[in-house]
Nanobody, 122 residues
Framework: QVQLVESGGGLVQAGGSLRLSCAAS????????MGWFRQAPGKEREFVGA????????YYADSVKGRFTISRDNAKNTVYLQMNNLKPEDTAVYYC???????????????WGQGTQVTVSS
């Protein structure tokens, strides 16, 4: 049974930082692209960024480029999302996802975590 468990969300002031973690189990972690998505109330789930299986390739949505960084530790089956210079518009539930051929598309991911709330106050 595949499980993805996010942690690290919370309330932060604008300009602050948070680091989200996603611990995976039940899959060959190093074979999967790991993605981060977010969903704000009343909006569709949107791509934030992703990291390829080897960790050597990352890509980000324009809205977070230069502020967010994704990394992974295949020995710990964990992927991270470091979020700096947070803005109120970053407020959302953040989800991690695993896909053998993950891209920017929600449908390209096979497994999803339950999400963690990030709230940025102005």
């Amino acid at each position: 049974q595949v499980q993805l468990v996010e942690s690290g969300g919370g309330l932060v002031q604008a300009g602050g930082s948070l680091r989200l973690s996603c611990a995976a189990s039940g899959l060959t972690f190093s074979s999967y692209t790991m993605g981060w998505f977010r969903q704000a109330p009343g909006k569709e789930r949107e791509f934030v960024g992703a990291i390829r299986w080897s960790g050597g390739s990352t890509y980000y949505a324009d809205s977070v480029k230069g502020r967010f960084t994704i990394s992974r530790d295949n020995a710990k089956n964990t992927v991270y999302l470091q979020m700096n210079n947070l803005k109120p518009e970053d407020t959302a539930v953040y989800y991690c996802a695993a896909g053998r051929y993950g891209t920017v598309a929600v449908t390209s991911y096979d497994y999803w975590g339950q999400g963690t709330q990030v709230t940025v106050s102005s």
